[in-house]
């Protein structure tokens, strides 16, 4: 039902910034939620920021005052702005779209994920 392609993952040293983004195959305006998520090797997946179609916005604990979601209609994109990166940061970083299709169900959609390394 929709697709999802990350780009702008890489390499930086301790305080710099990258910018995440994830283009959507359908206007963001019709998915009910849209987010980030990161995993690192042997860790569990984690969300670390998530906007909602209204515009509402959550953070994680780790990254508020760091990290900014964002979005562009017209492009159909979300970003994800990170600064003051610290290596624990390194993971793998995924984008998710949620779409309810009633009050207790939702479709879960992921893109295929894009490595941030974060070098101390």
């Known amino acids: 039902q929709v697709q999802l392609v990350e780009s702008g993952g890489g390499s930086v040293q301790a305080g710099g910034s990258l910018r995440l983004s994830c283009a959507a195959s359908?206007?963001?305006?019709?998915?009910?939620?849209m987010g980030w998520y990161r995993q690192a090797p042997g860790k569990q997946r984690e969300l670390v920021a998530q906007i909602s179609s209204g515009g509402s916005r959550d953070y994680a604990d780790s990254v508020k005052g760091r990290f900014a979601i964002s979005r562009d209609t017209v492009k159909n994109t979300v970003y994800l702005q990170m600064n003051s990166l610290k290596p624990e940061d390194t993971a793998v970083y995924y984008c998710?779209?949620?779409?309810?299709?009633?009050?207790?169900?939702?479709?879960?959609?992921w893109g295929q994920g894009t490595q941030v390394t974060v070098s101390s």
């Open positions: 998710k779209a949620t779409i309810w299709r009633a009050v207790v169900a939702r479709d879960d959609y």
């Open positions: 359908r206007s963001i305006s019709s998915i009910n939620a």
